[in-house]
């Protein structure tokens, strides 16, 4: 088959990510044939290998790829903050949250990073569409969740703070609550202060006996909020 007709096949089919066992699918011939076939196309540059026996269309857009090699998945973070509109950074990789531990994968030049969580703290995305396929995508409520959970620091507190009055608070509450995290209702509660919103019983409830940090990967200095048991060790615009 030649490689127009076949990556036209693909496209029609909604495919930009396939395996070895699609193109056989498709042009009917043994393995062997279509590993030597596969490889001549990356050669030419027309698909790019993401890893063992999975390729993609070179010109398929990288969300799809992101949320594709691992399920479930969805994008988060700062990509995510991104995609809602909630900040003015530009994402120089797109981080996605999984179940599993996985290598960094490079499409089109971007960057996707896998961040694992357990099972049960994966919840709150939406199917998202995109040029030529779909991702999935977090919900801005638990984009800010993973946020204030996640030990490494993706995305600035003061783009946390800006984006919860974007936010569902209900939801956001009830989302701070389900990732069962003292620190994280901590946090949740204390930027709620600071956006003169008000504080649900719920989450008063359930702050913890440990002192949290406000930004786990800086060191532990700064004001003592007893309300939240909280250190404030980054400043907040």
């Known amino acids: 088959m030649q490689a127009f007709a076949f990556i036209e096949k693909l496209r029609s089919l909604g495919r930009p990510m396939f395996s070895v066992t699609d193109a056989e699918r498709i042009i009917d011939k043994p393995r062997s044939y ?5 490889h001549r196309l990356e ?28 399920t479930p998945s969805y994008i ?8 809602h509109g909630l900040t003015t950074q530009i994402p120089r990789s797109i981080q996605v949250v999984s179940p599993s531990s996985k290598k960094r994968v490079l499409s089109n030049e971007i960057e996707v990073e896998f961040v694992k969580f357990a099972p049960k703290s994966i919840f709150g995305y939406q199917k998202r569409v995109v040029r030529g396929g779909y991702a999935f995508v977090a919900e801005k409520e638990k ?7 996640y ?31 003292s620190a994280v209702v901590q946090r949740l509660g204390y930027l709620l202060s600071l956006n003169n919103i008000p504080i649900p019983r719920s989450l008063k409830k359930r702050v913890g006996k440990n002192h949290v940090l406000l930004n786990v990967a800086l060191p532990r200095k700064g004001e003592y909020v007893s309300e939240w048991n909280l250190i404030v060790n980054e400043a907040i615009q």
Not at 34 to 38: E, F, K, T, V
Not at 174 to 180: N, P, T
């Open 76 to 83: 988060s973070f700062l990509f995510a903050f991104y995609l």
């Open 34 to 38: 279509i590993r030597i076939y596969l």
């Open 143 to 149: 984009a800010v969740i993973d946020c204030l959970y």
């Open 151 to 181: 030990k490494r620091n993706i995305v600035s507190f003061s783009d946390i703070l800006n984006a919860i009055p974007e936010c569902d608070i209900d939801k956001l509450v009830i989302y701070a609550l389900r990732m069962d995290s």
């Open 43 to 70: 050669r030419k540059g027309l698909i790019l290998r993401v890893e063992r026996g999975k390729y993609l269309l070179r010109d398929a857009d990288p969300l799809i790829l992101s949320t594709s090699l691992v």
